[in-house]
C-alpha cells in the first residue's frame, strides 16, 4: 500500500458543493475486531476503505480469520473454530485499536496476547481500565515483557463501573461480556455513537445488549453468536472534519450520509460562531456568510464536544477576530497541532491543556507536519483558509482515517494534490 507522504495545499478558495462521508473508523474497527466472536460468515458494509481498516484485516488475517474483500467498502469475515491468539507488538503499533481484539478473543478462546499498544503522539493511551473489567469477568491477565496475556475459562457475567467512560474499554468489556454465562452490568460506560453501533452489530448476531448510549449497559451473555450482514454507522468526525471546513473557509457545503444527532455538539457550537447549519434528512448544510465569532470549546465525553474534533476547530478560530479558548479535558497531550500552525502564523498561548488563541486576519501557507490523524486533518483545513501555499508532511496519516479526503475536497473546490 504506497502511503502518501506529502500534500500540496493552495489556499483561499471557499469549499461550495456536496461531499458524502464514508463509514465511520471507529465503528468498523470495533464492530470488526468483535465479528471474531461469531461462528458464521458476517458481511460488513460502508467500511471506510482507509488504512486503519487495511491494517486490522491483516492482523485479523494473520491469526486465521478468513477475511474476503468483496469491494472496497465490503469485508465478509469468517472466523474459524480455532485461530491464533496472539498479536506482536509490529501490528499493534501501527493501530493501537488492535486493543480492541483482547475481549474477543479472551471470551470466545480463552487466550488472548496483545502487546502494550503503548503510548502515541496524543497521550499514554494505559489499558488499566480494560483489563480491570475483564478481570472483573473472571480472566486472569498479566503483563509480561511488553504484552498484555490473558487466559480464561468460561467468563462469568459481574458488575463493573468504569473509573472513566472509556470508549475502548467499554467495547472491549462489552465483547467479552456477549459470551459470557449470566448477566454483566457495566456502569459509568461511554455513550458514544460507535459503542450504540458495536451493540446494534452484536445484537444482530443473537448477543443480548441492552442500554447502549446510556450511562449503563446490561449483557445477558449467550452460548454463541451467529452471522449476519451489517452496515456501518457515517463517520461523524468525517462529517465534522468537513462541517469546520466549510465554515472556516467562508463557504456553502452539503454534507451528505451523516447522522445529524451524532455531531450535535459541534452544530452548536458552529452556531454559536454565527455559522448557518441546516438538518436536511440525512444531509447537514453549513454555509458562512458573516464574520465568524470567537467561542470557547471543551472537549468531553459524549455527548460533549469531541476530542477528535478539538484540532480542527482550533484550525478555524486561529483566523477568527477576537479571544477563542479551548481545554482538552480527555488527552493529556492533543494540542501539539498549535505549534504548526504557529509557523503559519498563529497567536496560540498553550497552558496545560488550555489554548488561548487571538485571531490574526489570515494565516500564511507553510511547510508543517502532521503528529497524528487529527491534526494532520486540522493541518489541512489551515492550510485551505491560509494565504499561500502549505506543504504537509507526514501526510499519511491522513490515510489512516480519511477515504479519498484530496478528491472529495478537490470535488468542491478545494486547491490540494499529494505527491
Ligand atoms: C477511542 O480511543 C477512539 N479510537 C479515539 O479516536 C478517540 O479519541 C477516543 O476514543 C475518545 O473518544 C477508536 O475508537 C479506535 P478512551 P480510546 O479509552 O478507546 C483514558 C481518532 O482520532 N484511559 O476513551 O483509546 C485515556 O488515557 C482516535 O479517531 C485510561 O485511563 O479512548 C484517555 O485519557 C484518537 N485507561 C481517556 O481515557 C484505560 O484503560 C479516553 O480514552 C483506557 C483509557
Known amino acids: 500500500m504506497v502511503q502518501k507522504q506529502k500534500l500540496y495545499i493552495t489556499g483561499g478558495r471557499p469549499l461550495k458543493g456536496a461531499v458524502r462521508v464514508s463509514g465511520a473508523k471507529n465503528a468498523a474497527l470495533a464492530i470488526m475486531s468483535a465479528a471474531l466472536l461469531a461462528s458464521e460468515p458476517v458481511h460488513l458494509e460502508n467500511c471506510p476503505n482507509i488504512t486503519d481498516v487495511k491494517v486490522l484485516r491483516d492482523i485479523i488475517a494473520n491469526l486465521g480469520v478468513k477475511v474476503n474483500c468483496k469491494n472496497k467498502n465490503e469485508i465478509e469475515l469468517l472466523t474459524p473454530e480455532v485461530v491464533k491468539t496472539t498479536t506482536p507488538y509490529k501490528e499493534v503499533k501501527k493501530l493501537r485499536a488492535s486493543n480492541l481484539l483482547l475481549g474477543p478473543l479472551l471470551a470466545r478462546f480463552g487466550k488472548a496476547e496483545i ?8 497521550g499514554t493511551r494505559p489499558m488499566d481500565l480494560h483489563i480491570k473489567g475483564l478481570q472483573a469477568l473472571g480472566a486472569k491477565i498479566t503483563l509480561e515483557h511488553g504484552f498484555i496475556k490473558g487466559t480464561c475459562g468460561c467468563l462469568k457475567g459481574s458488575k463493573v463501573y468504569l473509573d472513566f467512560p472509556s470508549v475502548g474499554a467499554t467495547e472491549n468489556i462489552m465483547m467479552a461480556a456477549a ?6 452490568i457495566l456502569g459509568n460506560v461511554a455513550k458514544e455513537p460507535e459503542i450504540v453501533d458495536l451493540a446494534n452489530f452484536l445484537n444482530g448476531l443473537g448477543a443480548k445488549i441492552r442500554g447502549a448510549g446510556t450511562d449503563v449497559i446490561k449483557v445477558e451473555g449467550v452460548k454463541q453468536l451467529g452471522g449476519g450482514r451489517y452496515s456501518v454507522i457515517p463517520d461523524r468526525i468525517e462529517a465534522g472534519t468537513f462541517m469546520v471546513a466549510a465554515a472556516a473557509t467562508m463557504g456553502d457545503l452539503l454534507i451528505e450520509h451523516v447522522i445529524s444527532t451524532h455531531v450535535e455538539p459541534l452544530i452548536a457550537k458552529l452556531r454559536e460562531a454565527n455559522v448557518e447549519v441546516v438538518e436536511e434528512d440525512d444531509n447537514i448544510r453549513v454555509t458562512a456568510r458573516d464574520t465568524l465569532k470567537p467561542i470557547d470549546i471543551k472537549t468531553l465525553p459524549y455527548p460533549g464536544f469531541p476530542t477528535d474534533m478539538q484540532s480542527q476547530i482550533m484550525a478555524m478560530l486561529t483566523a477568527v477576530k477576537g479571544t477563542s479558548v479551548i481545554v482538552e479535558n480527555v488527552f493529556e497531550n492533543r494540542l501539539q497541532v498549535a505549534d504548526e500552525f504557529k509557523r503559519m502564523g498563529a497567536k496560540i498561548k498553550v497552558e496545560g491543556r488550555t489554548a488561548i488563541i487571538q485571531g490574526v486576519k489570515k494565516l500564511q501557507g507553510a511547510q508543517v507536519k502532521a503528529s497524528d490523524l ?9 492550510g485551505l483558509i491560509a494565504e499561500g501555499d502549505t506543504e504537509i508532511c507526514n501526510a499519511h496519516y491522513i490515510d489512516r482515517g480519511y477515504e479519498n479526503i484530496e478528491s472529495k ?5 478545494a486547491n490540494i494534490r499529494s505527491c
Request: a positive charge.
Open 115 to 122: 502487546a502494550l499498544p503503548g503510548g502515541c503522539n496524543i
Open 179 to 184: 459470551l459470557a454465562k449470566g448477566q454483566t
Open 374 to 382: 487529527r491534526a494532520g486533518a486540522a493541518l489541512i483545513i489551515a
Open 409 to 413: 475536497l478537490t470535488s468542491v473546490g
